[in-house]
């Protein structure tokens, strides 16, 4: 049985609003991973801001510690130097240990002010690290919290397209197979809008003006129209007019 042009309109019309929600759905399905990964990366700039201050910190702590080692090492050599004292027979001998000692001395006084410089800087950055580490356990919260509810967002979202791509394909098998051919075509070549409203005698896809005759047929709604311009389907629907203030 053959449906009447009125009726094959009316499904064109359904049809163009359910694709209108599958690309919204597809777009969001697209855009919500995106949206996960701005905020992944958000959180991964902070984990390095993070793992730089550990580093800075360990750094720190190693040359702390080769200063310690510096330092001990000159005072063992400077109190090996000063054992000679007792043995020593001439007064040259007695002058070139003193000279050595006194030149250790200055050495470890050298190290002595570069290990007091690290320690003091050691020590804002041991007070700088666990703020920075808890901002950063903060925001990985927060991000296993969003993703956890974009996640179900994605899931909702497939399952609603997955219903209206059912309806879709029981709105399609009901339309005249060429018909359908054609809503495809401008579909596709039109940005995804096949079917659009006429208002007043403007097409609302490409906002030109239509012949006056197929302004009445469009009105008429007993045949399927397309705009001479841009071949959309062409619907009529009564706007009604703004309320005009008293």
């Not at 049809?15 to 992944?40: F, N």
């Not at 000692?101 to 050495?107: M, P, R, Y």
């Not at 002010?113 to 808890?134: A, F, R, S, T, Y």
């Not at 045949?223 to 001479?228: D, H, L, M, N, V």
Request: proline share 3%; hydrophobic share 35%; with cysteine.
């Amino acid at each position: 049985m053959s449906v009447s042009p009125k009726l094959q309109l009316q499904q064109l019309i359904v049809l163009q609003s359910l694709d209108d929600e599958i690309a919204d759905h597809r777009k969001l399905l697209a855009d919500i991973p995106l949206q996960i990964d701005v905020r992944c990366a958000e959180l991964k700039e902070k984990e390095k801001i993070l793992s730089n201050a550990k580093e800075e910190l360990d750094a720190l702590q190693k040359k702390n510690k080769d200063f310690e080692l510096e330092v001990q090492g000159e005072n063992d050599h400077m109190a090996k130097a000063k054992t000679k004292l007792p043995a020593v027979k001439t007064n040259r001998e007695y002058t070139a240990i003193l000279s050595e000692v006194e030149a250790i001395k200055e050495k470890v006084s050298g190290l002595e002010d570069k290990e007091l410089e690290i320690m003091e800087i050691l020590e804002e950055k041991q007070k700088e690290v666990p703020g920075i580490e808890k901002k950063c356990n903060e925001e990985d919260a927060r991000f296993q919290e969003y993703k956890a509810k974009k996640d179900t967002e994605l899931d909702r979202i497939k399952q609603e397209l997955g219903v209206l791509v059912a309806k879709r394909e029981n709105v399609s098998g009901q339309l005249d197979r060429v018909i359908m051919q054609r809503y495809e075509k401008v579909a596709g070549s039109r940005d995804g809008r096949a079917v659009v409203m006429l208002q007043g005698s403007i097409c609302q896809g490409c906002f030109q003006q239509i012949l006056p005759q197929m302004v009445i047929d469009v009105k008429i709604g007993e045949s399927i129209q397309q705009c001479s311009n841009c071949i959309r389907f062409l619907y009529w629907e009564e706007v009604p007019e703004a309320a005009t203030p008293k």
